[in-house]
């Protein structure tokens, strides 16, 4: 908010020294760009890439993304604004299965949503790694021209035994050493649907005595009769992931191929699938290197599509933005913010050593933004009444209460004081313990931005629990007034006028799992839900609340941070979810 406060400054790593080193020597200098991706003779005609760097972001549309996805958000596309490249927005869509439009939409929608754009340099980088379908047949048909592939029919079982093993080498397979002739017509035989699923593969003619198993032979196209989202029914065979991914790098002129760490051992694979494509001229030097991080871990939350669609799909959680959820939409509907995501980016960094990070580090951040963002406003969460006696009945005055206490500009707003008003059951104690200075019989507190009042007696139910709450004020002590702090009180707390409260539903959230790491060991993390992770209240708010839009954020004074539901919140009727506390409430 405020403006004088300087940008903060993104910390150093290993990625941004790399890229800061690529753009100094003009590594990619010389690359060109004509305008989408494609193999190196379209993009030889083109001009010469006005973006410094690219890097992508590469999603598989089976879910919808997480805090962990953020990370890597932040990071790819944080670069590319930081270095005068661009982010390429790409649905890693190879895998015919699983992929729905639903999940197209959330994915593109959160990622706007955290402030991030693919438009530069007057194109729009949307891909589908679909589209280049054809390009990696052709590329797996001149791997096998070049002797670089071929088509083993060994069944399953036969390849893994065949595999070896971490301290043994594989053995060569019987139909490694078919001429490309014949792995040629067997592979078009593949593509025309002549095979059964599984009855053979594609793959690449490496070494099946490398101590790295990913280059023992790495299948690269297998025969699956599936309907394609986009593809349709064109292809029988689909590439695999480890395949594909690099070649979608190298059509879309990538310069930086940003991963997290299982991919480590891929990396000797994708240079050499590269180089062989760029030594049979498909492709051109300066290719793509990829580049890994350790992933983000984050206490008290699952970090896994299929953990979450199992807690979405059996009803956990209400549904994919359920506040309590981990996702993005979730985040979002409990009130985070893109500032406090990319804060949390900064903050955790990015290195390679594998690691937890505390949720209440991400829930500091998300205090930091909104102590800064959010206007004050004043809620009763647990409401018993407190009654005026000396006050007029059919009187009504105005207080004035700061928007925000560190931004004066923002103004003072009109809260009302009546006879009778709401206060938080804990203000009031018929027996005070040790240190207890707000409301108890004959102590006088603050009605903060209001009047002093002393406490002249109580109500109770046939329970014994207290009902109401008599006080009278004292006149001349008005907030603001002259002389208003003749009397001094050591409690303030705060209030709602009964006869203006706007009486609302409020939901209270806490941690979705019991315990910091769910599922750890062999036990199942659905064991370790917490059954309270929700409370739905009816609290009575400021007048002003009534008017809150969707999405709105706002400190409720000494509760913590709320923001208007942007599902369930009708005009004039707003909903609130608490987004955090004011403090950390879970380290003890
Ligand atoms: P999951 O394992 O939950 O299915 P994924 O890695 O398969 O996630 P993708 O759709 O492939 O999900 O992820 C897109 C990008 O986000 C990838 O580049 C991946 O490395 C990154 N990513 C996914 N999870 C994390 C995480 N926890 N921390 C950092 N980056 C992540
Ligand atoms: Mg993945």
Redesign the pocket.
């Known amino acids: 908010m405020s403006a004088e406060k300087p940008a903060i400054a993104p910390a150093a790593n290993f990625i941004r020294n790399i890229v800061e080193r690529d753009i100094e020597q003009g590594v990619y200098a010389s690359r060109r760009w004509a305008g989408g991706p494609g193999d190196a003779a379209m993009q030889a005609s083109g001009q010469p890439d006005p973006a410094r760097i690219r890097t992508r ?4 549309p089976n ?1 919808y993304l ?1 805090i ?2 953020a ?2 958000i932040c990071l790819n596309f944080g670069l590319a604004e930081q270095y005068g490249g661009v982010c390429h927005m790409r649905f ?1 869509d190879t895998n015919p299965e699983k992929e729905e439009q639903e999940y197209v939409d959330s994915i593109t929608e959160s990622v706007k949503w955290l402030g991030y754009s693919w438009e530069g340099f007057g194109d729009s980088h949307l891909y589908f790694a679909s589209n280049y379908f054809d390009f990696m047949y052709r590329a797996a048909e001149t791997l096998i021209e070049a002797g670089h592939a071929y088509v083993d029919q060994q069944t399953a079982d036969e390849m893994r035994a065949n595999r070896g093993t971490l301290t043994e080498p594989g053995k060569d397979s019987p139909f490694r050493n078919r001429t490309p002739a014949e792995n040629l017509a067997l592979f078009r035989e593949m593509r025309d649907g002549k095979h059964a699923d599984g009855s053979m593969i594609l793959r690449a003619r490496i070494d099946m005595a490398s101590p790295n198993i990913n280059l023992r032979d790495p299948a690269i196209y297998r025969i699956r009769r599936a309907t394609h989202h986009n593809t349709g029914d064109t292809w029988c065979i689909y590439p695999m992931y480890t395949f594909a991914h690099p070649i979608e790098d190298a059509l879309e002129q990538i310069t930086h191929s940003i ?2 760490l299982e991919f480590e051992d891929q990396r000797p694979f994708y240079d050499w699938l590269l180089e062989r494509l760029a030594e049979s001229g498909l492709l051109a030097h300066p290719l793509p290197k990829q580049y890994e991080f350790s ?3 984050l206490s008290y939350v699952v ?4 953990k979450l669609i199992e807690l979405v799909e059996n009803k956990h959680v209400t549904g994919w933005d359920d506040p309590r959820l981990p996702t993005l939409a979730g985040a979002r509907r409990r009130g985070y913010t893109p500032e406090g995501f990319k804060l949390f980016a900064d903050r955790i960094g990015v290195s390679k050593a594998d690691s937890w990070i505390e949720y209440t580090i991400l829930e500091d951040c998300m205090r930091e933004v909104l102590n800064e963002s959010a206007q004050r406003r004043i809620a009763v969460l647990d409401p018993i009444k407190l009654v005026i006696d000396n006050y007029p009945a059919d009187q009504a005055e105005d207080c004035y209460a700061p928007n925000h206490p560190q931004q004066p500009e923002l103004g003072k707003r009109v809260v009302k004081l009546s006879k009778e008003l709401w206060i938080e059951r804990e203000d009031f104690m018929e027996v005070p313990s040790k240190g207890y200075f707000r409301l108890f019989p004959d102590n006088m507190v603050r009605l903060r931005y209001g009047y002093v009042v002393k406490c002249t007696g109580f109500e109770t139910d046939a329970d014994g629990k207290v009902t109401i709450v008599h006080c009278d004020y004292l006149p001349d002590t008005k907030s603001g007034t002259p002389g208003a702090d003749a009397i001094k009180v050591k409690g303030n707390i705060h209030w709602v006028s009964a006869a203006h409260a706007y009486t609302a539903e409020v939901r209270l959230y806490d941690r979705l799992f019991k315990t910091a790491h769910p599922g750890a060991g062999d036990s199942n993390y659905l064991d370790d839900l917490n059954p309270a992770s929700l409370h739905v209240i009816t609290a009575q708010l400021e007048a002003s609340l009534k008017d809150a839009k969707p999405e709105e954020c706002f400190q409720f004074e000494r509760h913590g941070y709320f923001v208007a539901d942007k599902q369930d919140s009708v005009a004039g009727q707003p909903v609130f979810n608490r987004t955090v506390t004011l403090r950390d409430a879970w380290q003890k």
């Open positions: 972001f590469p999603p598989e879910g997480h962990g996805h990370k890597s890693d991963c997290t992933r983000l871990n970090l896994s599509k299929r």
